[in-house]
């Protein structure tokens, strides 16, 4: 162990990488908390299950195979290789060096998995940049595919293929220098072994390009988590409580209004004692929510919690019956604007501000001088988009970390006929048959029974 | 059912006709045929008749949770004061309210959809689809609604119920979890579709005109043949392919493809139960 300047140097390094994005996490968190309580405790055997075989296992990604294994190699590359980041840390502050080599074989596996893992990485993110950018995957575009969603999704790209650069060259000088002076390296380089020699055959040069490897690999990672909260690529971190807390009642299922509930049932029995409602610390009434969502805060922190977890990958909008035969209808729009919204209201953050990038993320100008509608709802979402679902549910099937964008949509749409009677005429027809005739049509309920009048049946039970 | 209650009796199952199967035409002949296997099979049953209401489906769905309370207070006042257990339903939108948001206002029941119930008179053996109109050599594919296979996670029910008929079952290439929406849920059954490109159910529809025109071979010698099958109307043609659905809505989008494509020459749209009375030559 020799401390140097290095070492302190590192020391600052690191933890200004972790507290910079605890920093954004606390921010992030403060976004999500902004919304309705909702309460997902319990069932936790089943929602770790759900969330070691969705979340863990991809278990939903498998639906289109081709993705799903490119996607495989670059997740499982990520988990492995960010072993070595455990001796990096190590390393840097202590000084030593590959302080794990003590292992022997089992280091060995490690660092070649590592390497044969970084050069797969190499070779699936080359398909992702090809799928993205030369044939042209339709699901990665679309109307909500903005300046910054489109350039995030190369920017993630290059910066793994970066870090996986360093990694190895990294490995290869560090080969390269014990080789000349006729020392062993400890570990197995399978990929690196090749690489030596593109390297100057100088011992101090090599001890250069180790340190500037190693240095670019952590301090990469380090502003690859921090740039992490600004991106769609936070889906590696909040993927996981995402699925945690999705829903496990079957899909159909709609949540119940319980407000609603105690006004029905105290119309149809006076007795009914409707619960006294909430007061304030100081004896005041609480302002009584709203129906529905107009606003981020009124929809229930999973729901925003989904915003964050959310890729873009557009599986969702790719399977919307809507989307499909054109309508406006994008079920990843509606959670890109829930995100969007969110940091225009409260924390926007972030290191970088994505809604400031790009001429095409601004708001009309119009828009912004109207405050008033300046909400999730008609300020990003438009009711012609909200009246277009056919609540099918393919979304929520179609999402690999259980995003459930069906939930926001019926929430706006309660806002939309409960607060502001803003359905369109044939619905409010339809809601008025119900009302008078107890059909969606308008059918007298004396002839409700007709079906059965040209049926033989021993009787009419 | 009130009859039944004045004799003091309850029924096995109660039979939620709901509104598609009260006052549709197309769709009443779906609950007459399904009420005949009720009666060959002996199951006793019984219906609300006027006492019935819409369960409020469309409503929650386009948001107005009032009016689905009210409406679904009002129904589970009615059942539970008939002390009603079990309840069996040929639509899906019903069976999906009923068995998932109902318990939460009071309501649990043992809720099953038709094909589900269909399925169990078959493993029974009490419905052998034998003695009627025989499907054999026919083609059949069945359209998931998204209420029943998405919502509830029923796939297997109805392709079982399909299975005893012989024919010839292709699945379209989005079935399944990954079944197309016909276009009608959600409320969408009872406004327009916002602009687009096109209709959902002609995309739905086209899918399936594709799948049954898989291979034509099948269908050359068939199509034309007149059916002698009773109680089904005259001069329209059986003996061509089949969309089977579970679902009045997704029957209503289904024929409106079929007309839209004028293919009602050779392809019809026919509910599970439909067919299962065909077969047991129930078409009184």
Not at chain 2, 1 to 27: H, I, S
Not at chain 2, 132 to 150: A, M, W
Not at chain 2, 200 to 229: F, K, P, Q
């Amino acid at each position: 162990m020799h401390f140097s300047i290095q070492n302190i140097l590192f020391l600052l390094v690191a933890v200004a990488g972790f507290g910079l994005f605890a920093w954004q996490a606390r921010k992030i968190r403060a976004n999500i908390l902004v919304g309705r309580d909702r309460d997902m405790s319990g069932h936790v055997n089943e929602r770790l299950w759900k969330t070691l075989l969705v979340a863990f296992g991809q278990q939903k990604m498998f639906k289109r195979l081709t993705p799903a294994f490119l996607h495989l190699i670059v997740y499982i590359g990520f988990i492995v290789i960010n072993i070595e980041v455990i001796e990096i840390l190590i390393d840097g502050i202590f000084g030593t060096h590959r302080v794990l080599g003590f292992m022997g074989p089992l280091y060995s596996a490690l660092t070649g998995t590592n390497e044969v893992l970084g050069a797969l990485v190499v070779l699936a993110v080359t398909a992702f940049w090809w799928r993205r950018n030369v044939q042209g995957v339709r699901r990665f575009s679309g109307p909500e595919m903005r300046a910054w969603p489109k350039l995030d999704a190369n920017v993630i790209l290059y910066i793994e293929v970066v870090l996986m650069v360093a990694l190895f060259l990294m490995n290869s000088a560090d080969l390269k220098a014990h080789q000349l002076e006729g020392k062993d390296l400890d570990g197995a380089f399978p990929i690196s072994q090749f690489l030596t020699g593109l390297l100057p055959d100088n011992v101090s040069s090599l001890v250069v390009l180790e340190r500037v490897g190693w240095w670019a690999h952590i301090v990469g990672i380090l502003l690859f988590l921090n740039y992490l909260p600004s991106s769609k690529h936070f889906h590696i971190i909040m993927a996981f409580p995402n699925v945690y807390f999705s829903r496990l009642v079957p899909q159909g299922q709609f949540s119940n209004v319980d407000s609603i509930t105690h006004e029905v049932k105290a119309m149809m029995d006076p007795t009914y004692q409707v619960p006294t409602p909430a007061t304030n610390p100081d004896g005041s009434a609480v302002a009584p929510t709203p129906f529905g969502a107009k606003d981020v805060n009124d929809l229930a922190w999973t729901n925003l919690l989904n915003a964050y977890s959310c890729t873009e990958c557009g599986r969702c909008t790719s399977v919307c019956p809507a989307n499909l035969t054109g309508k406006l209808l994008s079920p990843r729009k509606i959670i890109m604007d829930t995100r969007d919204r969110m940091e225009e209201k409260y924390n926007s953050p972030l290191v970088f501000d994505p809604a400031l990038y790009g001429k095409e993320a601004k708001h009309d100008p119009q828009e912004q001088l109207d405050k008033e509608n300046h909400t999730l709802l008609r300020g990003y979402v438009t009711p012609e988009e909200l009246w277009a679902c056919t609540t099918c549910n393919a979304c929520v099937e179609a999402c690999p970390v259980n995003i459930n964008p069906l939930e926001s949509i019926v929430e706006m749409r309660r806002f939309l006929v409960l607060e502001e009677s803003a359905a369109p005429n044939s619905l409010n027809v339809m809601f008025s048959n119900i009302e008078n005739n107890g059909a969606p049509w308008a059918f007298s309920p004396s002839d409700r029974f007709n079906w059965a009048d040209d049926l033989y049946m021993a009787e009419k039970a | 059912m009130a009859d039944l209650a004045a004799r003091g009796e309850t029924p096995e199952v109660l039979f939620w006709v709901g509104c598609a199967g009260a006052f549709d035409d197309r769709y009443k002949r779906v609950t007459r045929a399904f009420v005949r296997i009720l009666e060959h099979v002996g199951v006793k049953y019984a219906v609300l008749g006027m006492e019935e209401t819409c369960t409020g489906d469309p409503a929650k769905r386009a948001g107005n949770e009032f009016l689905f309370q009210m409406q679904a207070m009002q129904n589970i006042t009615t059942l539970n004061g008939y002390g009603i257990k079990t309840v069996v339903t040929a639509c899906p939108h019903c069976f999906n309210t009923i068995k998932n948001e109902y318990p939460a206002l009071g309501g649990e029941y043992e809720v099953i959809h038709h094909s589900t119930f269909l399925q169990q008179l078959i493993n029974q053996g009490r419905v052998k689809a034998e003695g009627g109109e025989s499907f054999k050599g026919r083609r059949i594919t069945f359209h998931d609604s998204c209420y029943l296979g998405r919502a509830n996670n029923i796939y297997e029910a109805p392709r079982a119920v399909l299975e005893v008929l012989d024919a010839d079952l292709v699945e379209m290439k989005r079935c399944k979890t990954n079944g197309l929406c016909c276009g009608a849920g959600g409320a969408q059954m009872w406004k327009e579709p916002e602009p687009g490109k096109k209709d959902i159910n002609i995309e739905r529809t086209e899918e399936a005109l594709a799948t049954l025109d898989g291979n034509a071979e099948v269908l050359g010698n068939l199509t034309g043949v007149e059916s002698t099958a009773p109680g089904l109307p005259a001069g329209s043609n059986h003996g061509g392919s089949i969309i089977a659905v579970g679902c009045p809505f997704c029957m209503t989008m289904m024929a409106d493809g079929v007309k839209n494509k004028e293919r009602e020459q050779d392809v019809q749209v026919f509910d599970l139960a439909e067919l299962i009375a065909s077969a047991e030559g129930l078409n009184a």
